[in-house]
């Protein structure tokens, strides 16, 4: 038996020891728990009502409270419940209620429709409060002004409360998609990093564990270091991949359930396209945490060793971050084909449709042309340094005592 | 069975090393069968490394396995035959531990079986038997022996000379990457230029080394003297001398130990 089915024994093997180990079970569980715990908790405890009560002392307090709660809910669906509810206490003077403020019965006290009274500036919801009242005193204003014209306070609240410029844009497809897009591409860059430094890590310490416990000495006397090197990232690369799709579906699935969140529609392509860059960098990453981790004899010394990794990991991210922004910027077009990170800006620029095709298949080109030469080179010092015992091998050190 | 003997850092491992491609010579080749050894021959081999290495949480039988699928078995026959191993060595009951939970004679079992689950054509043992107890030494010379009746090319290195000279046929001693000396061992020990005398009688054995020639050197264990002596020497009147000196207890006239081939080889 040669080449590959030899890497898919060593896959296997990655696999199935890896899946019966309480450490893998332990934190698979753990993280669907976190995943469920995030979608549901919001659910249980809060509701999607922002309730509040006011205070009022005076006249002409009511007809702001009503329009605050008009405006809060100007954009909600007929069978949704209310975003905004307020309760309004009446006081008889300035005192009692501000005594009730201080107690902490009420939220915010109204005097005469002119002047507002809080504890203290600060927290958001004290602040949605303030600038719903703020807003609804400035709307009864104008509505004062203009009924004098004789127009309806319905109409105005529609004006300020609408987007009134239609949108359109110069690239194909639906701009509602954009949002999907743009959201889908997000998440996948997170995960990729995600799983650059979780399942890199993973590769580098394994790696490291087959040199210190010596068992790579009887495996190299009868298999390729690139059988081990590539059995290895497939075996925990298709976990990796296994672990984070099923979060994933376990999130979708809790989403649609509690209906915590709407999700926008997903498109196909866009997840294929994910998927593809997402294989790539994780493919780059791990051929690299796998050199690296043949360098060190101890597991101690591979946290070390994995800083540069780490580091472009990180760079990598915050440059496609930046691309979010300006997907078409000098920034981000010079990081689409350094193969290191055109895994994570790629795909952003992609969601964004702002790559043009020839830089979307020369980056192609350059990550799958990389892989290949990455693992030749990474795969002689793979193998020149895992023979070497007792502290770190230097790099040229390794080069240069491989056997091939 | 050949034994492959040297002082510390003569070069057996990395001689052992080289024949698994795991280190560049930088001189010389590597044969098998008059081959230069392809990547694919070694699928044939079973290795020992000097440095035991398993995986420390892998249960014993699936790491065999594993092992005898690298090289080339199905699942099945690999399977058998990590556990027929196991069996051979007592460890039956312990196919589904971890590795690490077995003591340390037993891990040294199950490496064995590691090199030997694929029913290799050459068997190359670095230090086979450091660190065994003499039952797991017995154990492993049945199955030195028995590998060897099989019609299996057995290599091993070793510092045990008297284990060496009872099981091989041939022994090459190396000194600083250098052959020194190399084939059959009792015709090495028949060729070798001295002779071991020993003697005990009821006087003084050194009284009588004057009709002794070709004395090399002398010395007394308690009361018997053990000479060294040139091999063509003739010890006939020697021994008609000590008959009539009194009455002869011990005697002993023998070709040199493994050892002493040795000591002479990389002095």
Redesign the interface.
């Known amino acids: 038996m040669t080449g590959f089915p030899t890497l898919w024994q060593v896959a296997l093997r990655e696999i199935t020891e890896r899946i019966r180990s309480k450490a893998y079970l332990i934190t698979t569980g753990l993280t669907v728990l976190i995943v469920l715990g995030l979608i549901v908790a919001p659910t249980l405890f809060g509701s999607d009502t922002s309730e509040s009560s006011v205070g009022t002392v005076g006249d002409g307090n009511d007809i702001i409270i009503a329009t605050a709660v008009d405006l809060g809910n100007a954009n909600d669906e007929p069978d949704e419940p209310p975003s905004v509810a307020i309760e309004t206490i009446e006081y008889n003077d300035r005192e009692s209620a501000e005594t009730a403020l201080d107690d902490g019965e009420i939220d915010a006290v109204l005097v005469d429709g002119d002047e507002v009274i809080v504890q203290s500036v600060g927290g958001f919801s004290g602040n949605s409060l303030m600038s719903g009242l703020q807003r609804a005193a400035g709307t009864v204003q104008i509505q004062g002004i203009i009924e004098e014209e004789g127009q309806q306070a319905a109409d105005i609240i529609e004006i300020l409360t609408s987007d009134p410029l239609e949108t359109t844009t110069l690239t194909e497809g639906d701009p509602e998609d954009g949002d999907s897009r743009t959201l889908i591409a997000y998440f996948g860059l997170l995960l990729l990093y995600l799983a650059v430094l979780l399942y890199g890590t993973w590769i580098l310490t394994g790696v490291t564990e087959e040199k210190s416990n010596r068992v790579v000495e009887v495996l190299l006397s009868s298999i390729r270091p690139w059988q081990i090197l590539g059995g290895k990232i497939l075996g925990i690369g298709s976990l990796a991949l296994l672990q984070l799709l099923g979060t994933i579906a376990i999130a979708v699935i809790a989403l649609r359930v509690t209906g915590a969140f709407d999700l926008p529609p997903i498109e196909i392509g866009a997840v294929l396209n994910l998927l593809l860059w997402f294989v790539l960098g994780f493919v780059i990453f791990a051929v690299l945490f796998g050199a690296a981790g043949s360098l060190v004899s101890r597991t101690e010394e591979a946290n070390t060793i994995a800083m540069p990794m780490s580091m472009a990991a990180v760079v990598g991210f915050f440059v496609s971050i930046s691309a979010l922004n300006d997907p078409d910027g000098v920034v981000a077009t010079i990081f689409t084909f350094v193969p290191i990170t055109a895994p994570f800006v790629v795909p952003v620029r992609v969601a964004l449709q702002s790559i043009p095709a020839w830089q979307y298949v020369l980056s192609l080109v350059i990550c799958v042309a990389s892989i290949g030469v990455l693992t030749v080179l990474a795969g002689r010092i793979y193998a020149g340094g895992l023979l070497r015992y007792g502290g770190r091998v230097g790099l040229r050190e390794a080069w240069r005592s491989a056997a091939e | 069975m050949l034994g492959f003997l040297g002082p510390n850092g003569a070069g057996k491992t990395t001689a052992m090393?080289t024949i698994?491609?795991?280190?560049?010579p930088e001189s010389g080749s590597v044969t098998w069968n008059d081959e230069p050894i392809e990547?694919?021959d070694?699928?044939r081999?079973g290795?020992l490394?000097e440095?035991?290495?398993?995986?420390?949480?892998?249960r014993a039988g699936?790491q065999l396995t594993?092992?005898g699928?690298?090289?080339?078995m199905s699942k099945h026959d690999a399977r058998e035959s990590a556990f027929g191993w196991l069996d051979r060595f007592g460890l039956a009951d312990r196919v589904g531990d971890p590795v690490e939970s077995l003591s340390h004679g037993n891990q040294q079992r199950v490496q064995l079986a590691?090199a030997l689950v694929h029913d290799p054509e050459l068997l190359v043992l670095d230090e086979p038997f450091s660190g065994l107890d003499p039952i797991a030494v017995e154990t492993m010379s049945d199955v030195l022996r028995e590998q060897a009746a099989l019609g299996k090319a057995v290599v091993f290195s070793s510092h045990q000379l008297d284990l060496v000279e009872d099981l091989c046929e041939e022994v090459a001693i190396i000194d600083n990457g250098q052959v020194v000396v190399r084939g059959n061992v009792e015709r090495l020990k028949d060729s070798a230029p001295i002779r071991h005398l020993e003697l005990e009688t009821e006087g003084d054995p050194s009284e009588l080394l004057e009709f002794l020639d070709g004395v090399q050197s002398t010395r007394m264990n308690g009361e018997r003297l053990i000479a060294i002596i040139s091999a063509d020497t003739d010890v006939r009147g020697f021994i008609a001398h000590a008959q009539q000196a009194g009455k002869v207890r011990h005697f002993a006239y023998k070709t040199p130990s493994l050892s002493d081939l040795f000591r002479d080889a990389v002095r």
């Open positions: 090393r698994f491609r795991l280190l560049r990547p694919d070694l699928l081999f290795y490394p440095q035991r290495g398993l995986y420390p949480k892998m699936d594993y092992l699928r690298l090289h080339g590691a």
